[in-house]
């Protein structure tokens, strides 16, 4: 059987809608563990964020 693979769009673009005229601040809507990856916190954490500006 051929198909083709199955995807879904990331938590974080789900997320980038309420975004949306808004100027998003780097590194965008990712986990909330994303935001110091220069810390010792490995774990996974099910929470997005995203910092963003009036336009």
């Known amino acids: 059987?051929?198909?083709l693979p199955v995807t879904a769009?990331?938590?974080?673009?789900l997320l980038a809608v309420f975004?949306?005229?808004l100027d998003l601040l780097d590194?965008?809507?990712v986990a909330v563990?994303?935001?110091r990856p220069d810390g010792?916190?490995?774990s996974s954490?099910?929470?997005y964020?995203?910092?963003a500006r009036r336009a």
């Open 1 to 3: 059987m051929c198909g």
């Open 9 to 13: 769009p990331s938590p974080g673009a």
């Open 19 to 21: 975004f949306r005229g």
């Open 27 to 29: 590194p965008g809507v």
């Open 33 to 35: 563990t994303g935001w």
């Open 40 to 42: 010792n916190d490995t």
């Open 45 to 47: 954490v099910p929470e």
């Open 49 to 51: 964020a995203g910092v």
